[in-house]
Every structure is written in structure tokens, then in C-alpha cells.
């Protein structure tokens, strides 16, 4: 049984001028899967991940992830469930500034009121496994990219969700350290049956996937899986970008705002 | 766009971002204005009451000058600073320092001369209504409303210098500054957290040493710690906002069981860092507010002194006549004259009044007469004495002496008659400084009996007649005996010799309420800039920092928190920046009303504790109000798209 299930999902925005950013869109992802998602700019890549972490309404079709179907439940339900079923990556890392780098990992925990041991086991465990040993009582303002956006990545496992979703975690970072980040979110797919949804612009990033999924004008475009080489997928992935028709400039790894 | 309309567009557009500071400012001009209403007023004489009050209204616009001076300078301060990104940027662009320098001065100007149009706009709208009520607590019989160009000039150049003094100084700030340290916003880097453990304690020492001087203070060393405590609690106030709370907040933090526990991690942690970045300004609410409490509570506790008033002055009318009985007569009849001409009801008892000396302690006594003093005790409604023969009453004022009188008994020396039994009369008759203390009342037997006039002082033991007014509508008798009142007050200035003495307690309470009334409602105006100016920093701070909040809030939401959870964060941090400095600085004024409520008690032994509950309850409800309405707002604006 897939973990996400997109079932013919539009999102209209109405206003002066109406735009349709997504269009009857049906994709699936099962538990433990690595998904990346890719199209040009104003594809609809954005407002899919809103619409799959519910901080965006629905105009139609149906989205449901494990057994819940996030559009049924009421506001305060909502909540509690984005706290501990999804867990978020964001390109500008999204951590709070006053808290320090272990208070930022235990973010969710303590929201959910976990007894106070077993917060302070979880911080170790996770701050070991993404190398933040050294820097747990430092700001955010105090720590280099790839440390906050490590920090992010720990932030988003360490409830454990069911989910977790990345927008384009390697946007700000340099090459050496986006590389470091997508083996770590791998890794947590691969060792750890995480299921992520990535949204990102970065074939290199998408090569790091189990599965790319391709989308234009917020439709369908295309997918294709991974094979045993990293190199030739990258190849593939190229490939398919050309066919989508952007113009170069757009696919590339830095996104000017 | 020309230069000029750049800089009337940066102003006019970030409005919402000036508003509080505006609102402040306009309000000082304002009252300054109207007090300049009052001062230049053509119908306002130099004498008496009108003297009082130019001079404590010139007083509070000199106040009122020094305070906005260096409530603006900061408020510059902190605006140049949030605004040091676009400054920074404008001169990447190419601007030149001295068309920076430029633009502040001109939208410094641009919002100080809309705030002196506003200011004098709203005061002359608003002049009519002061200008009633003081005509009423001085009881002018006119004071209309006039159009003179003085009380404009006065404002438009007090309030133009110092709108050019902000401009010039406030350009200084950006000039020094260079262009990265402008695009980061960084002007100083408050690390959060900072704090040193010796200041914090030290904090905490300095405050609990001037409160315990501040209750423990007497009459002795009462001058003396009016010197000392003010810069302690001020030094102790500054150490605790920049120190102290720094450093309880972090031992809190080290007790994870508590801080790691639902929305507290967030909220605390947001808190640290607001009360960070503020402790000077919330160091500089505490003081400004303590000194508005303050004002505001010394005037109301005089008020306090003409509620006690009638207590000590029961009696309507005073007159003593110490020459020929005629003089006193002619006077007598002529105050009951004007007391009939006021359609005044009254009673008039005469009451002669005869000196001894005790021989016991070589003292002076007076003594009036058992009928006499049941004729005023009874037109007073107060109970009648009832003596035999050596018994006495002591009407002394103070109980101590009345205590002192009772265990000893007395022999009046030139009469040879002795006294036993000498009980306190429990009521006050005659004021303190009208009768001597060693008074006393005989019965008549006795009375008749003392015939020897006291040694060297006059031919007769009747050294006065006392007569003694007593008039129900007692407020009322202000313009009643004028003539006598003009006459005292020409001999103390002239060093006349007069043979009687007059006086007149409604008058007296006249004068009292009115200077008092008038002093407050000075105080209180000047007050209300005070404390406005106070919420216009609050409001300013969390303006300042509304987009970062909104986007932190955005996270938040996002993370999932609920919307009750974001209500509760956002009451957790509102709360301290709202109700902190104002409860250090109702602390502080309590420990100052301590300390005033034994100044007080030398000169009028009344408790002030009742006005001054009043006093901070109705600021306390202003701040409430005021709490919530920012609290809508701000929330409003935290969850709009």
C-alpha cells in the first residue's frame, strides 16, 4: 500500500487572473521511497508541497498519506498531525533564531510533550548520526550553511514521521556540502525506511532519488527510476529536462529569488 | 520625484511604522500648547492662585521640553537603525553621504512640523475645555477663549528647535556608519544571552538595599535618603534589565524538565531575546513610568490632606480678640453681617478664655468655661462635658500630651486651685494652632474661681475672647470676612500690630483644594505624555519587529503548531514587555510612597495609602486596556496573509 497517494489533485488561485498551477495531477509514493520532483519554474512544484503538508487548501481530487486524509480534519487535528507525521526541509533552512542548535532538534518533541530523558536521548542519537555533536549549543547565526541545514534535516527526523518533505534543501549550499546533505537524506530513506518527497531544481540532487517525477504547467510530464549507476541516471534525468523544454538558465542549481 | 518627494513618500508610507511616535509627539505639543494658552491668557493676573499656576505650568513646559528632547533622540535612534538596511542599500545605489545626511534631516523635519501643526491644531481645539476647568478650580469668574499669536510662536519655536537639534543630531548616528554595517542592520550587536553574573547579583543587592532604606526610612533620615535612594534604584533598575533577568532566564533554561515542555521552549526563548534587545528601552519605561506614578500620586495625596481637613477644623469661623471687648464685639457683629448677607446659617459662641501657669511644670494653661464649651460642643453635635468641682477636660490635640495630662493632677499656681481627674475630651473642637495644647476645660464652679491674673502678663486671668463660628454649610463662607483676612496679612508683611486674630477655614480650604486640584491637573497632563511616550516605545519595538515575527510564526504553523499554541507564545512574550517595566515601576513607587507617607506625617498626619491605591489602579486599567489593544492588533497582523 503506497504511504502517499495524489489522486487527481488541482489547485486553482483565483483572482484577477486565474491560475491553474495544478491540473488533475496522480502520482503515488510508497513507504521508504525517495521521490524527487522536477519541472521549470512556475510548474507548480511549490504549491504541490504545500498542498501534500496541508498548509495549502485543495480545489479538487484527493490526497491522502498513510491512512489519513489530511483535508478531513479540522484545524487544531491539522495541526497535531503535521507535527508528528511530517517532518519539513526547507531551502532557507527554516530554523528558529533564538533557539540553539539542540533546542531546534528537539523542536517537535517538545511540542508533543515527550518526557524530558527520552528528548535528551533522541538529541544525542540523531545530533551523532548527522555530525551536530560539536555545535548543539550554538546559534543558527553562528553556523555555517551545511551545519544549519543539517540541523534542519535532524529537526525533520527526530520524531520519526511518517513523511518528510524537502524544498529544495540544496538551493543555498555549495556543491561539496549539498552532496553531504542528499547522502544523508538517503541514507535516512535507505537505513532507515524514511519516505521523502523533494522538490528541486538540481539534477544532482534528483540523481540521488529512487524515482524523479516530472511535471509542467502543474501536469504530468514524466518519470523516470533510478538504475545502478548514479552517473548514467544523472545522464537520463539531463535528458529528460531537455525534453521539458526549459531554457537552460532555469535548471540551474542556484536560484536567483 | 524630486529629493523632497522621495523623502515626504518614505514617511508618508511607512505611517504605520511612525504612528506611536507621532501620536506621542503630537500629544507633548499639545499639551504645551495649552499651557501656553494658560500662560499668555490676557485675563490671568500675577497674584494668588494665577501666580500658581503659571508658575508650576511654566515649570511643566520646561519639563516637558527636556523630556521630549531625549524621547525623540531615542526614538530616532531606534527608527535610523531599523531603517539602516535601506540606508545602506540607497547608498549602494550611489547616494552620497551628504544627500543621506539630506533625506533624514528632511523627513525628520517632514513629521516634526505635521506633529506641531497637529499638536497646536488639536490644543486649540481642546484649549476652550482646559481653559473651563481651570476657571473653575481657580473660580475666575471668566476666562474665555482668545486668538493671540504668542501661544503659537512660543510652541512653533520651542518644538522647531528641537525638531532641528533630533534632524542634525540623528544624522550623526547614520554618518559614521559604514555601508556593510548598514546593509547588515547590525548597529549594535546585542548577543543574546550576554550577561555577567557579579552585575546581575549586584542588580538584585542594589534593589532589595534601596527598598529596605526605602521602608525603613524616619524623620530623621528622611532628607538624607532622598538623596541617596533615587540614583541607587535607578543603577539597581538599569543592572536588573540588562543583568539580572538575563541571568534568571538562563537558570531556568538549565532546568530542562520545565523549559523543554510544549510551547515554553519557543516562548521563553523568544522572551530572552526580546528582553535583550530592549533592556535599555525597557529600562527607560521603568524610570519614565515610576516618575509618572509618581507625579501623579505625590498631587493626589494632597488632595488627600483637604479630605482630612474638616476633621482637624470643625469650626466654620475664628475669631479672637485679645485688645478692648468693643474692638471684638464690632467685629463679631460685623462677620455675623456678612455671614447673614451670604445667607449663611451659623451659631456664635463666645468663649472666654483665662491663662494659669501649672505650678507642676511652670507652663502656661488656658482654661475655658464647662457652659461655654457645652454651648459649641452642642452646636457642633459633639457630647456635652460634664464636670464637678476639680475635675477637668483636656481638649490637648495630640494624645500623647492628653495621656500625660491625665496621670498627673494640677495646681493652677495663681489661684491655688487644684485639679484632679483629667480626662481627654475624645473630639477635636478648636484647630491645633488656635488654642494652646495645655487647654482645659472647668467646671463653672471653678472656672469663677480663678480671679488672679497670671503672673506678669496682664491685670486680669481673661487674657481673650474666643469666638467661635460654627456655620453648617461651612465651604461656603470663602469671601466672608475679607476685610479682617486683608487686614492679618498686611500686618505679617508690614509687621503691623494687630490686636486680633482671624481666620477663616473655609477660605483656607478653598485655597488648599484649588492649588492642589490645579497642581494635579498639571501633573496629571504632563503624566499622560510621560506614560504615552512609554507605550509609543513598546509599540515601536514590536512594529520594528513584526516581519521577522510573522515569518517565525509562518515556521511555526508550519511545524504544527495549533492556533492556540501561537496565542499562548504570543501572550508569553507580549506579557513581559508589557507588564515587566511596569511592575518594577509600581514596586518602586510603592517603596517611594513608603518613604513620602513619612514626609507626609510630619505636616499632616493623614494616610495617603487609599489616594495612592487610586492612582496605580487607574494606570494599572490604562495599561491593561492598552495591553489587549495591541495585542489585537498584533495578532491581526502576525496571521494576515
Redesign the interface.
Known amino acids: 500500500m503506497p504511504l502517499l497517494k495524489i489522486e487527481d489533485v488541482t489547485k486553482v488561485y483565483e483572482g484577477k487572473v486565474t491560475h491553474r498551477a495544478l491540473n488533475q495531477l496522480s502520482f503515488e509514493v510508497e513507504q521508504g521511497e525517495f521521490l524527487a520532483v522536477m519541472g521549470p519554474s512556475g510548474s507548480g512544484k511549490t504549491t504541490l508541497l504545500n498542498v501534500i ?1 496541508t ?1 495549502d487548501s485543495l480545489t479538487g481530487g484527493y490526497v491522502q498519506i498513510g491512512r489519513t486524509d489530511p483535508y478531513a480534519l479540522d ?2 487535528e491539522l ?6 507525521e ?1 517532518g ?1 526541509v526547507f531551502q532557507d533552512f ?1 530554523l ?4 540553539t542548535v539542540e ?1 531546534n532538534l ?6 508533543d ?1 515527550v518526557p ?1 530523558d527520552r ?2 536521548k533522541r538529541v544525542l542519537e540523531v545530533a551523532k548520526q548527522l555530525s551536530l555533536t560539536g555545535i548543539l549549543h550554538k ?1 543558527p547565526s553562528e553556523i555555517s550553511g551545511g551545519e544549519a541545514q543539517r540541523t534542519a534535516i535532524g529537526r525533520a527526523l527526530i520524531h520519526e514521521p511518517s513523511l518528510i518533505l524537502a524544498d529544495e534543501p540544496t538551493g543555498n549550499l555549495d556543491s561539496k556540502t549539498s552532496r553531504d546533505v542528499l547522502e544523508l537524506l538517503s541514507d535516512a530513506s535507505r537505513a532507515r525506511g524514511a519516505t521523502i518527497v523533494m522538490v528541486t531544481h538540481d539534477p544532482v540532487a534528483a540523481s540521488y532519488c529512487d524515482r524523479v517525477l516530472f511535471i509542467k504547467d502543474g501536469e504530468f510530464f514524466n518519470e523516470i527510476y533510478r538504475d545502478d549507476r548514479r552517473q548514467t541516471f544523472y545522464q537520463r534525468v539531463l535528458n529528460v529536462l531537455s525534453l521539458l523544454g526549459g531554457n537552460v538558465n532555469d535548471l540551474s542549481a542556484i536560484r536567483l529569488p | 520625484m524630486t529629493f523632497r518627494q522621495f523623502a515626504f513618500r518614505n514617511v508618508l508610507r511607512s505611517r504605520r511604522s511612525y504612528a506611536a511616535f507621532f501620536l506621542a509627539s503630537v500629544f507633548s505639543v499639545m499639551v504645551f500648547f495649552i499651557y501656553s494658552m494658560f500662560i499668555f491668557h490676557p485675563q490671568f493676573r500675577n497674584e494668588g492662585l494665577e501666580r500658581l499656576a503659571l508658575r508650576g505650568m511654566f515649570a511643566a513646559e520646561l519639563v516637558l521640553y527636556v523630556f521630549t528632547l531625549f524621547f525623540l533622540l531615542y526614538s530616532m535612534g531606534a527608527f535610523l537603525q531599523a531603517r539602516s538596511k535601506e540606508f545602506g542599500l540607497l547608498m549602494q545605489l550611489g547616494m552620497t553621504r551628504i544627500q543621506l545626511g539630506w533625506l533624514v534631516f528632511l523627513e525628520t523635519m517632514i513629521i516634526g512640523m505635521v506633529s506641531i501643526a497637529a499638536g497646536m491644531i488639536f490644543g486649540f481645539a481642546f484649549a476652550k475645555f482646559f481653559l473651563m476647568i481651570g476657571r473653575e478650580l481657580m473660580e475666575m469668574d471668566d476666562l474665555p477663549l482668545y486668538f493671540s499669536w504668542q501661544p503659537f510662536v512660543l510652541t512653533l519655536f520651542a518644538f522647531l528647535s528641537l525638531f532641528v537639534l533630533i534632524s542634525v543630531i540623528s544624522v550623526f548616528f547614520i554618518r559614521t556608519r559604514r555601508i556593510t554595517d548598514l546593509l547588515r542592520g547590525e548597529w549594535q550587536n546585542g548577543r543574546t544571552g550576554s550577561y555577567s553574573r557579579p552585575f546581575a547579583v549586584a542588580g538584585v543587592l542594589f534593589l532589595v538595599i534601596s527598598y529596605a532604606l526605602a521602608a525603613a526610612v524616619k524623620d530623621s533620615t528622611v532628607y538624607l535618603m532622598t538623596i541617596v535612594i533615587p540614583p541607587l534604584a535607578t543603577v539597581a533598575t538599569y543592572l536588573f534589565f540588562t543583568h539580572t533577568v538575563h541571568w534568571l532566564l538562563s537558570l531556568y533554561k538549565d532546568r530542562k524538565d520545565a523549559y523543554w515542555r510544549q510551547t515554553r521552549l519557543v516562548s521563553i526563548a523568544e522572551s530572552a531575546v526580546k528582553l535583550k534587545e530592549s533592556a535599555h528601552m525597557f529600562f527607560i519605561v521603568t524610570i519614565v513610568s515610576t516618575v509618572a506614578f509618581l507625579t501623579v500620586g505625590t498631587l493626589a495625596s494632597f488632595m488627600s490632606y483637604t479630605g482630612d481637613f474638616r476633621e482637624h477644623n470643625p469650626l466654620g469661623l475664628i475669631y479672637l480678640s485679645f485688645g478692648s471687648e468693643e474692638l471684638g464685639e464690632t467685629h463679631a457683629a460685623y462677620l455675623q453681617q456678612e455671614l447673614a448677607a451670604e445667607g449663611l446659617a451659623y451659631e456664635l459662641v463666645p468663649l472666654t478664655v483665662k491663662q494659669q501657669t501649672s505650678a507642676e511644670a511652670g507652663v502656661a494653661v488656658q482654661l475655658l468655661k464647662e457652659q461655654e464649651f457645652n454651648r459649641i460642643a452642642g452646636a457642633l453635635g459633639q457630647p456635652a462635658a460634664d464636670l464637678r468641682k476639680g475635675e477637668a477636660l483636656s481638649i490637648a490635640s495630640d494624645e500623647t500630651l492628653a495621656e500625660q495630662m491625665e496621670e498627673q493632677d494640677l495646681l493652677l499656681e495663681e489661684s491655688s486651685i487644684s485639679l484632679e481627674n483629667i480626662d481627654p475630651y475624645p473630639h477635636a473642637v478648636f484647630p491645633a494652632h488656635s488654642l494652646g495644647d495645655n487647654t482645659l476645660v472647668l467646671s463653672d464652679e471653678d472656672f469663677l474661681a480663678v480671679d488672679e491674673p497670671p503672673a506678669g502678663l496682664s491685670d486680669n486671668a481673661e487674657i481673650f475672647t474666643y469666638y467661635a463660628f460654627d456655620v453648617p454649610a461651612w465651604t461656603e463662607t470663602a469671601g466672608v470676612g475679607e476685610v479682617l483676612t486683608e487686614r492679618m496679612a498686611e500686618a505679617q508683611t508690614e509687621g503691623g500690630d494687630i490686636n486680633f486674630y482671624f481666620e477663616n477655614p473655609g477660605f483656607s480650604y478653598y485655597w488648599f483644594k484649588s492649588s492642589f486640584a490645579l497642581l494635579l491637573l498639571i501633573g496629571v497632563l504632563v503624566a499622560a505624555v510621560f506614560l504615552l511616550a512609554a507605550g509609543s516605545f513598546i509599540y515601536f519595538k514590536l512594529y520594528t519587529g513584526l516581519e521577522r515575527d510573522r515569518k517565525q510564526y509562518a515556521l511555526l504553523i508550519r511545524l504544527g503548531m495549533t492556533q492556540q499554541e501561537l496565542r499562548k507564545v504570543v501572550n508569553r512574550q507580549l506579557i513581559p514587555q508589557f507588564f515587566l517595566p511596569w511592575t518594577v515601576a509600581l514596586v518602586h513607587s510603592g517603596f517611594a510612597f513608603v518613604t513620602l507617607q513619612t514626609v507626609w506625617d510630619e505636616f499632616a498626619a493623614s494616610s495617603i495609602f487609599l489616594e495612592m491605591t487610586v492612582v496605580l489602579a487607574g494606570f494599572t486599567v490604562l495599561q491593561i486596556l492598552y495591553f489587549y489593544l495591541i495585542r489585537w492588533r498584533y495578532l491581526a497582523h502576525l496571521q494576515a496573509p
Open positions: 503538508s498548509v484545524k487544531n495541526a497535531l498531525f503535521r507535527r508528528r511530517l519539513f527554516g528558529l533564531e533564538m533557539l533546542e528537539v523542536l517537535p518533541l517538545t511540542l510533550n524530558t528528548m535528551a546559534r
